[in-house]
């Protein structure tokens, strides 16, 4: 028997260690690779769930425990000599064909599903970007009825996150929403799903989301070039542009926002070390909401900066955070974010460890150092790429971060890296990711 002598094994004998070949197109299951080492129960499970009856296996790349019942593959291998070898059975050339028809059609349903899945958060990023330009644009004319809206487009994401065990945070497709509002919605979301990480109760994360969506009203009344800092920025243009955080406070009150939901909007600029302003607070000076706020608007400008050219991939964002700018946050919350999103928050590029190329497009924000990606496969077209859901798949992971102009034209082209990052969330349970991304 040479290295690579196969055996053909029942897969209700596969086992944890076996080293296995799977003789299908690669739309026909959802593993980066044909062949590999079974790691876990869930792949065992998956490969069940293809609907075969046997998958070849390679002693000699197998785990020696793994092959005990040897007997039983052998047996399993010699059955399928002889099937081999006799006559074909009346109606066997016309099953074929329809095992095949079979599996397309099931890649095809978790194809749509999980457009579906993804297509519907968009379509709710969208609704609550709309939801903010229309609070945004009756702010001046009618604060009470503003402030209501923002109540109501803040208490829906509250309760579904409630009411969620756990969350995805989802990347969205580029160029969606209301421009003008990425950024409030994109902070609020994010401040959101950080507050229930660190135990906020309803309330208190009502009032997290209210100042983390308004916090920047008060650029409403900037000239729009003075709406974000750029290199070179004249000391008068950059005092009026610091003005904004006042400006947002005093129109939050005319909105009539609670003192607990003002003083957050007040402190959304402030940093841990003192080096923020209006007032350079530090440490314990400031609230639990303005820290989280501070962090996570800190972020979202890293990777949306004024000049899109100028803006860090997520994962570079991270980095930059952690390793250079870690005495500007509070340490429990910078940790509590970095364990949030994963080392490679979702908009990362990445290569893995089998080489290939990937953006991940979803983290578990409870699980999050197996998150989900697109892979580059030049064989298949990159609308009927299938998610890849490393938590099934243990023996692939992330080797590093690439910045987008390291890849290859062809994967650049293909992954297409958002050049805004913008995040939505939806629920995460156990058998909708069987279902969406088995």
């Known amino acids: 028997m040479n290295d690579e002598s196969s055996l053909l094994v029942d897969v209700r004998q596969l086992r944890i260690g076996m080293y296995i070949v799977l003789d299908l197109g690669w739309l026909s299951h959802p593993f980066p690779v044909n062949r590999f080492r079974i790691a876990s129960e869930t792949q065992i499970e998956i490969l069940r769930d293809l609907g075969l ?96 809206e923002s109540e109501v487009l803040v208490g829906d994401c509250v309760q579904e996150l409630m009411h969620n065990n756990e969350s995805v945070i ?53 000239p729009v070039p003075l ?35 003002l003083l957050a909007m007040a402190q959304h600029h402030e940093m841990h070390d003192g080096s923020g302003f209006p007032l350079r607070l530090r440490g314990e000076e400031l609230c639990m909401a303005g820290r989280i706020l501070a962090l996570v608007n800190h972020y979202e400008r890293l990777c949306n900066p004024a000049r899109a050219a100028q803006g860090l991939t997520p994962h570079e964002a991270l980095s930059t955070m952690y390793a250079q700018q870690k005495s500007l946050f509070d340490p429990m919350v910078l940790g509590l974010f970095i364990r949030m999103m994963g080392v490679y928050p979702p908009g990362s590029v990445v290569q893995l460890v089998n080489d290939r190329y990937a953006l991940v497009v979803s983290v578990n924000s409870s699980r999050p150092l197996r998150p989900r990606v697109i892979v580059y496969d030049p064989r298949v077209p990159r609308e009927s790429a299938l998610v890849l859901d490393l938590e099934t798949c243990p023996e692939i992971g992330v080797r590093r971060s690439l910045r987008p102009s390291q890849l290859p034209r062809e994967a650049l082209e293909y992954l297409s890296p958002r050049q805004r990052i913008c995040y939505f969330f939806e629920r995460a349970i156990d058998a909708e990711r069987a279902e969406v991304f088995a």
């Open 170 to 222: 989802v990347l969205l497709s580029e160029g969606i929403g209301d421009r003008q509002a990425l950024h409030p919605v994109n902070v609020m979301v994010l401040s959101l799903l950080m507050g229930k990480a660190q135990g906020m109760g309803t309330q208190a994360l009502q009032d997290l989301g209210m100042a983390a969506l308004l916090h920047d009203i008060g650029k409403l009344r900037l």
């Open 53 to 148: 009856e046997q998958v070849r296996c390679i002693p000699s790349l197998s785990d020696e425990q793994a092959l005990e019942p040897a007997d039983a593959a052998a047996r399993s291998d010699a059955a399928g000599e002889r099937a081999a070898e006799a006559p074909a059975a009346p109606g066997a050339q016309a099953q074929a064909p329809a095992a095949g028809a079979a599996d397309i059609d099931a890649v095809d349903q978790r194809l749509q599903r999980q457009r579906d899945w993804l297509e519907a958060c968009d379509r709710r990023f969208i609704v609550a970007t709309r939801a903010y330009r229309k609070l945004a644009d009756s702010i001046q004319g009618s604060p009470a009825q503003a402030r209501i």
């Open 227 to 261: 709406a974000l800092p750029f290199p070179g920025m004249q000391p008068a243009d950059f005092e009026r542009y610091r003005s904004h955080v006042g400006e947002s406070v005093v129109m939050g009150k005319g909105m009539g926002l609670s003192s607990t939901v």
